[in-house]
Every structure is written in structure tokens, then in C-alpha cells.
């Protein structure tokens, strides 16, 4: 019998999004601008777009069908990726021009803003991994824009009293969005969540869609690491850097793979989230990777964490503390990404011939990482806390992970 969750839907979803988007609209009205460009920025606008489409790529087609590996699950996976990721692109281009705002009262819009609210909005996709196919839209609306509030005000925090540079501060997002999605999964863990959900495993076709979103996130996480860095030789040394590391970390994955298998088999969704921890990882220091050689040292340190993460931490952390995190986002983002804040330090470190400044350094990057760490965690804790409601109906253990719940389908209809 499919399940009658239409009125939890009709009720709640649709008068939020409406609403949202009617604000959304208002304050684009009143704030929002084309940024007037001239002809150098014409030039430049045919180079940076194929970028902002990889991104676009990796956020609609790579999130969203790595999330389609439960095998009842394929189109609530994609669909709501896609439901999540737009809603919290338009939040964060209104939070990032609040500064702009403050000055001038007027948001200017390029593609640059646009691709850099995408990446506020990616934290949320990672965090939503961690709960996936336990929540509904609602609560997914809600976590998207609580979220990419607190990343916003993060990003805000360490640019005013740090003075990190944008691009340090928004490739941070592995770290938060991966802290974040424990909180959530860990105060919204449900009973049952031991011995297994009767839906949460995956077959042939799931697993294909899968490792599907899993390549496009490997082919176009060069752009993703590279698209804000200014000059082109950086963005060139980037692009270069994030490439090894992802290659080095297939490899290593791979190999790994097979070694931690009883069987000596290939896992194919553990496959999916540790052949990227490399991308992950150079992206949090991508600033001060510059021999390629480094790129490679990290790419598989990061996929050694991730496979260990994934076979060992996450099972640890569903029977010690009640944490459910169902992609197993804190090894395939939080450690590498952890793993890329510690090279940066590092490399940093190495590069300075002052000591002084070195050890302010040091100073001044532990305190980033203190800020993402203790916002990630406290927003966490308070939209974990808000989103268990029970106001939003959350679906009951036996419909997790079931589109039915959700979608309609004409040969599942019930007959009255």
C-alpha cells in the first residue's frame, strides 16, 4: 500500500518553497544588479563560463546521483539535490552581497558571485549526505538554509578578524559541511538504525547511477578547486595539483578496496567516496601545493583516511555514539579535508624563512580552523534540533529511504 504523506506535502513544502521563492523574488527586485562589464570582462567571461558550468555539473549531476545508491531511493536522491542545491544557491548569493549591500544598497550579480554562492550551497549537499533517505523535503529546505547561514557567517568571520583569503575560507566547506552532518545524524538518529533499514542497500542499477555521479564529481573537480583562484598560473597549478591527487587516490582507493574486503572484492560505494578524498583534500590547500609530488603524498594519504574512515570510523561511530551518517560524509569530506588543513600548516610552514611569521601563521590558522570547527558544530546542534520537530512529520523508520513516500506512481496508486 503506498503510503498517504500527500497532506504532510501539500501543507508544509509547497507554502515554504512559495514563500521562499516570493522572498527570494522581493529582495532580487530591490537589491539585486547586473554587473555592468566592459570589454576585457566580455573576454573574460568566455573563460570563466565553461568553469561555472563544470560546477553546476558537479553540484546537479554529481551530488545528485551519488545519492541514488539506495535502491528505492533514485529519485528522491537526485531530485532532492537538485530541490536543496537551488534553493540554497539564491539564499547565499542574498548573504554573500549583505556587505555590498551595507555600502552601496545594491547586490551586483555576475557569474562569479553566482559560482561562489554554489560553492556555499555544496556545503549543504555534503551535509545532506549524512541524513540522507531518514528526512523529508521540509526538513532538507530547512537544513539547507540554516546551513549556508552558518557557512556564510563563517566565511564572514574568518575574512573580518583572520583576513584569510576568500578562496581558503570557502574550501573550509569540506570541513564544515562534514561536522555539520554529524551533528545532524547524531541528534537525529532514530532506533533501528543498528541493525540496518530494510531499504538502505543497493543493486545493479542504483549502484551504476552511482558510481555514475561518483565520475562526473572526479572528472570536473579540477574546476571546482581552481574556479576562484585569480592569476592563471595559480589556477593552472591548481588544476594540475587536484588532478594528481585525484589520480593517486583512484589508485590508492582501488587497491585498498580490495585488501579491506573479506572477499577481496571491489565495494562500489565505498569505491565512489574514497576515490575522491584527493580532490577534497588538495582543495583545502590548494594554495600551497606547488610540487606535484605533494599533490601525489596527499592524494594518497587522503584515500588511505577515507577507506579506513569508511570501513572502520563509520561503523564506530553508528554503535559507539548513534551517529547513522549514511554516505559516510566525515570520510569522504571531513578527514581529507582535515588531512588538507594539516598540509597547508605544514607547507606553509616550510615555505617561510621568518620565523616569527611562521609562528603566526600557525597561530592564525589554528584559530581558523577552532572558528569552522565550533560554528559547524553549534549550527549543527541547533538545526538538528529545530528539524526534529516533530511539526515537519518526518516519515517513519519502515518509509526511510522509500520514494514512495514522496513521488507518485501511477501503477502504486491505491484503489479506493
Known amino acids: 500500500m503506498a503510503p498517504q504523506y500527500a497532506p504532510s506535502l501539500r501543507s508544509r513544502l509547497a507554502p515554504l518553497l512559495l514563500i521562499l521563492q516570493t522572498g527570494f523574488i522581493i529582495i532580487a527586485a530591490l537589491c539585486f544588479e547586473n554587473k555592468e562589464t566592459n570589454k576585457p570582462d566580455r573576454k573574460s567571461f568566455f573563460h570563466f563560463y565553461p568553469e561555472f558550468q563544470d560546477v553546476n555539473v558537479m553540484m546537479i549531476l554529481g551530488f545528485g546521483f551519488l545519492c541514488t545508491f539506495p535502491v528505492r531511493y533514485g529519485f528522491s536522491g537526485s531530485g532532492f539535490n537538485l530541490l536543496v542545491a537551488i534553493i540554497a544557491t539564491q539564499w547565499a548569493l542574498i548573504l554573500n552581497g549583505l556587505d555590498s549591500w551595507y555600502n552601496t ?21 555534503i551535509s545532506i549526505g549524512s541524513v540522507l533517505g531518514k528526512t523529508n523535503p521540509v526538513q532538507l529546505t530547512l537544513i539547507a538554509l540554516l546551513e549556508v547561514t552558518g557557512f556564510a557567517l563563517n566565511e564572514w568571520l574568518l575574512q573580518t578578524l583572520l583576513k584569510v583569503q576568500p578562496p581558503n575560507s570557502i574550501m573550509l566547506l569540506h570541513v564544515f559541511g562534514a561536522l555539520f552532518g554529524l551533528m545532524l545524524t547524531w541528534i537525529l538518529y532514530r532506533d533501528g538504525s543498528k541493525q540496518g533499514f530494510e531499504k538502505e542497500t543497493f543493486d545493479k542499477k542504483s549502484g551504476l547511477f552511482s558510481m555514475l555521479g561518483a565520475v562526473f564529481l572526479w572528472m570536473f573537480w579540477p574546476s571546482f578547486n581552481s574556479v576562484l583562484v585569480g592569476d592563471d598560473q595559480t589556477r593552472l597549478e591548481a588544476v594540475c595539483s587536484t588532478y594528481l591527487s585525484l589520480a593517486v587516490s583512484a589508485v590508492t582507493a582501488a587497491a585498498l578496496a580490495v585488501l579491506s574486503s573479506p572477499r577481496g572484492k571491489f565495494n562500489p560505494i565505498q569505491m565512489q567516496s574514497c576515490i575522491l578524498a584527493g580532490g577534497a583534500a588538495v582543495g583545502v590547500s590548494v594554495s600551497v601545493v606547488q610540487q606535484p609530488w605533494e599533490a601525489m603524498a596527499l592524494g594518497f594519504t587522503a584515500a588511505i583516511l577515507s577507506t579506513l574512515g569508511y570501513r572502520y570510523l563509520k561503523t564506530h561511530l553508528l554503535i559507539a555514539f548513534e551517529c547513522h551518517d549514511t554516505c559516510s560524509v566525515l570520510s569522504t569530506h571531513g578527514l581529507p579535508g582535515l588531512l588538507g588543513w594539516l598540509a597547508q600548516l605544514v607547507l606553509q610552514i616550510k615555505y617561510c624563512d621568518d620565523h616569527t611569521v611562521a609562528v603566526r601563521f600557525a597561530v592564525f590558522h589554528i584559530c581558523t580552523l577552532f572558528i569552522t570547527v565550533s560554528l559547524s558544530l553549534s549550527m549543527g546542534i541547533i538545526t538538528a534540533f529545530l528539524v526534529k520537530w516533530t511539526f515537519w512529520r518526518p516519515q517513519q523508520n519502515k518509509k526511510c529511504f522509500d520514494d514512495q513516500a514522496f513521488w507518485e506512481f501511477p501503477n502504486l496508486v491505491v484503489r479506493k
Do not use: H, N, T
Not at 544598497?105 to 556545503?123: G, N, T
Open 105 to 125: 544598497k545594491i547586490i551586483r550579480i555576475d557569474l562569479k558571485s553566482i559560482v561562489k554562492a554554489e560553492l556555499c550551497a555544496v556545503s549543504a549537499l
